[in-house]
């Protein structure tokens, strides 16, 4: 009987165990849904993974990368730029592309609203 009860604990701990462990080995959260002004940005790019290039180049772990990844043909102008995608960056980057790097193959004009930047860059980090 001793035996049956010391099994039947070690079991439940065992359990109790793996339950605690699980989120450890969970799958990464889903992506945020673009706010409403990424309606833009996807005109040009795609932020789905594995989807590739549009005319723009693919958003999907943009975040923390460098600018002018092998992904895409990017101006001569952002490779030599040498960025690196943080909040700054992109921030003065959506403000006006092509203020902050002349030649550049952007051609979106900027965003002048810091919110709506904010919400872009908030789901460009999602995008992992």
Same mark, same amino acid.
């Given at each position: +009987?001793?035996?049956? %009860? !010391?099994?039947? *604990?070690l079991a439940a701990l065992g359990? %109790?165990? !793996? *339950?605690?462990a699980a989120p450890a080995f969970a799958a990464p959260p889903a992506p945020a849904a673009p706010p409403p002004v990424f309606a833009r940005c996807a005109v040009c790019h795609n932020a789905t993974k594995g989807a590739g290039a549009k005319i723009g180049p693919?958003?999907?772990g943009v975040y *923390?990368? /460098?600018a002018a990844r092998a992904n895409f043909k990017y101006s001569q102008a952002l490779k030599n730029a040498k960025l690196k995608w943080d909040d700054a960056t992109?921030? /003065?980057?959506? %403000? @006006?592309? +092509? @203020?902050m790097? =002349? *030649?550049t193959i952007m051609s979106f004009p900027g965003l002048k609203? =810091? @919110? /709506?930047?904010a919400e872009i860059i908030a789901y460009? /980090? %999602?995008?992992?």
């Open positions: +009987m001793k035996a049956l %009860t !010391l099994a039947t *604990g359990l %109790t165990t !793996l *339950g605690l693919d958003l999907w *923390g990368g /460098k992109l921030d /003065k980057w959506l %403000t @006006a592309p +092509m @203020a790097v =002349p *030649g609203d =810091p @919110a /709506k930047r460009l /980090k %999602t995008l992992r």
